[in-house]
């Protein structure tokens, strides 16, 4: 069962931008991640606590941005640019942090909350 609610998501043709919204709750590092037909979920991209440290993966970098607002404790990834290879499901993670306000964490496991998964369809 999905901890996390997203929104967004969509068909939309190359080239053109999308952003999807991610509920979060509590002090917690997020991160997102996608998993396109027949391949294995994969990292996107990672912001800290604090909102001051992100990584992306390389097939996204300069084109995707992750971002959070505090007041409404959301995440959010922004994608321009997009290509027909960004085609997947998306989803948002999250983990509690304590003490680790500007970590980031890039691998599946260490993520303890998900949400439901949106469907990001590119057309060529």
């Known amino acids: 069962q999905a901890q996390l609610v997203q929104s967004g998501g969509g068909l939309v043709q190359a080239g053109r931008s999308l952003r999807l919204s991610c509920a979060a709750s509590g002090r917690a590092a997020m991160g997102w991640f996608r998993q396109a037909p027949g391949k294995e979920r994969e990292f996107v991209a990672a912001i800290s606590w604090s909102g001051s440290i992100t990584y992306y993966a390389d097939s996204v970098k300069g084109r995707f941005t992750i971002s959070r607002e505090y007041t409404d404790n959301t995440l959010y990834l922004q994608m321009n640019s997009l290509k027909a290879d960004d085609t997947a499901v998306y989803y948002c993670?999250?983990?509690?942090?304590?003490?680790?306000?500007?970590?980031?964490?890039?691998?599946?496991?260490?993520?303890?909350?998900w949400g439901q998964g949106t469907q990001v369809t590119v057309s060529a």
């Open positions: 993670a999250a983990v509690s942090v304590t003490n680790s306000l500007k970590r980031v964490y890039a691998e599946e496991r260490d993520y303890d909350r």
